[in-house]
Structure formats: structure tokens, C-alpha cells
């Protein structure tokens, strides 16, 4: 179904993260990732995220996002797979940023310091784009409650 929206006029908003991450480029996939949230919710000109814009994001297209990285990850990479990784720790974001590399040694990794290959822990990607995890700060709770409302 979801090859079907590719194909579609919707889909081609997906046809650069889809050939970035078919192609391996998970930094410009990560990036592309983010610029597609800021369009969806229209905070492209603010160039941040609210709370209300990861409420009332779309599911059909969080899960096209979703489903994209973890068909070229292999299942390691996405959302879905962090929200899992979240729950996992019981919703402690230190915890969660220890398990998949966010912070080693109880100290956060800048963007430039995330690993942007399959050698990454499980759940290391998307990071959030080029201003990396401070984009997301306190909107990581929100974003878990959408992908979970979203059946994900």
C-alpha cells in the first residue's frame, strides 16, 4: 500500500527521503526527515516544532515517515522503534538517550556526534534533524503519544 502512495502525487513529498535513505545517507535522510515535519505542520518559516504541532500531526503522514525508515533500515531505524525503545525504559528520557546513543557517559552527543550508519544502536535515527535532540526537548513525550495514537 504504501509503494502505491510513492507513486502518488502525495507520495512525492517522500521521493527525496526515499532515495536518501535507499541510497544509505542517513545524515541528509535525518535532515530531510525534519524538513518535512516543519512543512507538514507549517513551522518551516519558524523552523521549530510545538507541542500543539506534534499533536495534531497526521497520522497517514507520520506513518509514510515511519515506514520509510524502517524498511531501509532493516527495522533498526524510526520512530516506531524508538517509541518501543521509550516505552521500554519506563518513559525516562536519560535512559532512553543511553540506550540508543544519544548520550554516552552521561553526556548528550552534539548532532555532529550521532552515528549516521548501520552501525548505530537500534533507534539512534531519526535524530531530529540538523539541530539534532533540542529540537525535540520536552516535545519527545508528545511525539511517542502520536506515533502510539497513530498505531505505530
Not at 517509541?83 to 555532529?112: C, H, P, T
Request: charge should be negative; glycine fraction near 10%.
Amino acid at each position: 500500500m504504501f509503494e502505491d502512495n510513492l507513486r502518488s502525487s502525495e507520495g512525492a513529498k517522500y521521493s527525496k527521503l526515499d532515495e536518501l535513505l535507499a541510497a544509505g545517507q542517513w545524515r541528509e535522510a535525518d535532515q530531510e526527515t525534519f524538513t518535512i515535519i516543519l512543512e507538514i505542520t507549517g513551522a518551516d518559516k519558524r523552523g521549530y516544532l510545538t507541542n500543539q504541532d506534534i499533536q495534531q500531526f497526521p497520522c497517514q503522514e507520520l506513518r509514510a515517515i515511519d515506514q520509510l525508515w524502517v524498511k531501509y533500515s532493516s527495522g533498526k531505524f524510526g520512530f516506531s522503534v524508538q517509541k518501543r525503545i521509550y516505552e521500554q525504559s519506563g518513559k525516562d528520557l536519560m535512559a532512553f538517550a543511553d540506550q540508543i546513543g544519544w548520550r554516552v557517559s552521561n553526556r548528550w552527543q552534539s548532532y555532529n556526534e550521532l552515528i549516521f550508519n548501520q552501525n548505530a544502536p537500534i533507534g539512534h535515527l531519526p535524530g531530529g534533524g540538523v539541530v539534532g535532540w533540542l529540537a525535540w526537548g520536552d516535545l519527545r513525550d508528545d511525539l511517542f503519544s502520536r506515533v502510539s495514537a497513530c498505531n505505530l
